[in-house]
């Protein structure tokens, strides 16, 4: 009989999970006992490792003081202040402010919004497209489903909402032909410094750089999609410095809190910002119950004290080279067809013929995790705490179960 938890991005008529039980660094273990290496950091997001006591206790310490109170007019917490103040000064984009959520999915369709209603507030109701990349994943509420490009994450679920335009994912002639055509309509356009969960596809050389220029012409405000790439995962606290781009909003979550709260929000640039501000009379209707949870804040800001502490940017540059090295090398032998990615994030394409949810479960029996994005393709984004020992297990174990 099927679970009575309905699992997300899973068959419903599926029976048999594993039961994951407790956490350790980059480790994870079920309730047999058994040990993985969490070639994953669950879904891209552990980026400090699971089971963290000083993170246990600086949660705690925020329950026990005031887990929970909301942040509509007039009230404010001191966590979700500290954390906003804190990523304002992070974040690749000057003077900006931060808007609070519960999830990435949240995050994208509140980027969505805001620029609209920027633009409206700015004199420009007419510009509402929002123009994406193919092979783009933004969530799944219908905001960012309707700016996918993953056609089989949009099927079935009805009418998508308008206003959304998807163009090819690396051709930046494309989006050049279109903003001089359509310019004067679009709200924003939406990227992923490095397109995460359609499969690890870095952008070619410029490519930033480029829809930064165009989108400057045009008149419309570039949105860069951090949820995956945010807060170490290419280096950096940003994969936007990465790519050395400023936009006018940032989309975080995930790594924000390494998982260990729900948390995500944007970051707004001065030119969004003010203009929902020019009118002192304008009421910003938009946010949810848990937009500035003082909990998931403290979590924040314990996770990002982390990072700092341990130097996990510079770790993530080092691990992520070996893990590279490890995989190129399976490449060279013709274990794999190839392999495509940038510091800490990594994917491989499977030779011809070979099924992506047979090579992982072959991983999975043998003590390694890593996502499968069938037909062929296999992702990696570990923690950023994995050890070079655990890096290589996870190369040895795809090896072995390629071989």
Request: with cysteine; aromatic share 8%; hydrophobic share 45%.
């Amino acid at each position: 009989m099927p679970s009575a938890f309905l699992h997300p991005y899973a068959r419903p008529a599926a029976e048999e999970f594993i039961t994951v039980v407790r956490g350790d660094g980059a480790l994870v273990f079920d309730d047999t006992g058994k040990e993985y290496v969490d070639g994953m950091g669950s879904l891209w997001y552990a980026n400090i490792g699971h089971g963290r006591a000083d993170m246990a206790d600086a949660i705690a310490a925020q329950v026990r003081t005031l887990a929970a109170y909301h942040c509509f007019d007039p009230f404010t917490n001191a966590p979700s202040e500290t954390l906003a103040a804190r990523l304002r000064d992070l974040a690749p984009i000057d003077d900006a402010r931060v808007f609070l959520t519960g999830s990435g999915s949240e995050s994208v369709d509140t980027a969505i919004k805001l620029a609209r209603i920027a633009h409206a507030q700015a004199g420009h109701p007419e510009r509402q497209l929002i123009v994406s990349r193919q092979r783009a994943y933004h969530g799944v509420t219908y905001g960012g489903l309707s700016a996918q490009g993953l056609p089989l994450n949009q099927a079935g679920f009805g009418t998508l909402l308008p206003g959304f335009v998807n163009l090819p994912a690396d051709d930046s002639e494309v989006f050049a032909t279109f903003l001089a055509e359509h310019g004067h309509e679009v709200a924003a356009v939406i990227t992923e410094p490095v397109q995460g969960a359609g499969g690890v596809w870095p952008p070619p050389d410029g490519y930033h750089a480029e829809l930064r220029r165009l989108c400057d012409k045009a008149g419309c405000y570039l949105i860069e999609d951090e949820v995956i790439c945010g807060f170490g995962r290419l280096g950096r606290w940003f994969g936007s410095e990465h790519y050395g781009v400023r936009p006018d909003l940032i989309t975080f979550a995930k790594g924000v809190t390494s998982g260990y709260v729900p948390l995500g929000g944007v970051i707004v640039g001065r030119r969004v910002h003010e203009a929902l501000a020019s009118d002192p009379t304008f009421l910003l209707r938009h946010g949810f119950t848990y937009s500035g949870h003082p909990t998931a804040a403290a979590a924040a800001i314990a996770n990002l004290d982390i990072i700092e502490r341990e130097g996990l940017l510079g770790r993530a540059v080092k691990m992520g080279s070996r893990l590279e090295e490890g995989l190129r090398a399976l490449a060279a032998d013709g274990n794999i067809a190839g392999v495509r990615g940038a510091v800490a994030v990594w994917a491989v394409a499977l030779n011809e013929g070979t099924d992506a949810n047979a090579v992982r479960n072959a991983m999975l029996a043998h003590g390694a995790i890593c996502r499968a994005i069938p037909p062929s393709t296999l992702t990696f984004c570990p923690p950023l705490v994995t050890t070079d020992a655990q890096v290589d297990r996870l190369v040895d174990t795809l090896a072995a179960a390629t071989s």
